[in-house]
């Protein structure tokens, strides 16, 4: 499936300081989440710490709690809605905001907000998900208090701000899921310890910022701090570190074809990267979604001289997802070698064929 309205790699405009209301939801059969209205709240000041750390400053988000009459209550149990533990296991997009939001008092204003976060009882199954204006398959939806495009939903883990910030990834910034869930995909290496839209939970072993590219995406990246290859050659660029700020470069791109990318920027441990000292390289392919690898790592360069070479058959290994019909490789060949590398950055060289 083509993500056709990303293909050509366009930048969707993002709210760079979205308001979010926060609206609590229940069954007919089940509690208000009145004692986990707090947790919330919490997370949301962490996710809002996170996204105003990974933008230097440029984005964030505020956010109101609904008042609590006018807190969401569906006239149906959790069952009959398959948010119960008892429900059959959903398939992935059975159960969403899209379910809760139709039962929306009038009294709440959406036009007022960007965003609307839905947080539920952990009585209900485990759920979080996220209502993405740019997936063709999340049309906006149309309720009592008006129209919602952008809305993330909760169940559990209500004090995880990592959680939130993922979700948020989705309904706000329009990110992809970058983790692999689709049967059949035998080359997906996703970005395996990179980026919060990989995996949210902070440990010793993953890195929860943001790639350079889903931080270009969001609008955090200016255009000028991109380093762009477009024909054969080998030239040098320094690559500024990813959680530093700085107007210096923060990427080298190749393009290889219409639909893909290869990226090339360069990481340092801070605050939410507690593993890795490296520079990596990924190929963005605009033609896979969610779970298909959207994102693939092709190495990572630790010491001076470290190098990566991408021929033809790493760069094409699926070429019947990852090539349009009438498309072809522009570079089949790619070479980085990682000249110098301190705290400020990398110094690569980049050679094409
Ligand atoms: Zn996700």
Sequence with gaps: MVRSNLVGFPRPQVIQSPKILVLPFSFSDGEPPTSYLGPTLGALNGAAHFYEQISWGKASFTFDAAPEQLWIKVPKTALEMGFSNDSPKPQSDSVSPFDVLKFASPELNFDNYDLVHLVGSPDLMDRATAWMEFDPRNAPIVTPAGTVSRASLITYSHNDSSLVAHEL??????????????????????LNRFDVMY???????????????NKYLAGWVEPEQIRCIVKAGTTSHFI?????????????????SETKVLVIDTWRKSEFNRCCNETIAYV????RIHFAGPYRLQGSLKNSGDQLVLDESLLA?????????DESLTISNVTVTLLDSD???????????
């Design 169 to 190: 990834g989705h309904a706000w910034l329009n990110l992809w899921d970058l983790y692999s869930g689709q049967n059949g995909i035998t080359d997906f290496i996703g």
């Design 199 to 213: 995996n949210s939970v902070p440990n010793d072993y993953n890195a929860t910022d943001m790639t350079i590219w």
């Design 240 to 256: 500024s570190t990813n959680s530093s700020k700085s107007d210096l470069p923060k990427a080298v791109m190749v393009k290889i």
């Design 284 to 287: 963005i392919d605009a033609t």
């Design 317 to 325: 290994t699926t070429t019947e997802w990852t090539l349009r019909p």
């Design 343 to 353: 705290a400020s950055g990398a110094l690569v060289e980049v050679t094409t064929k």
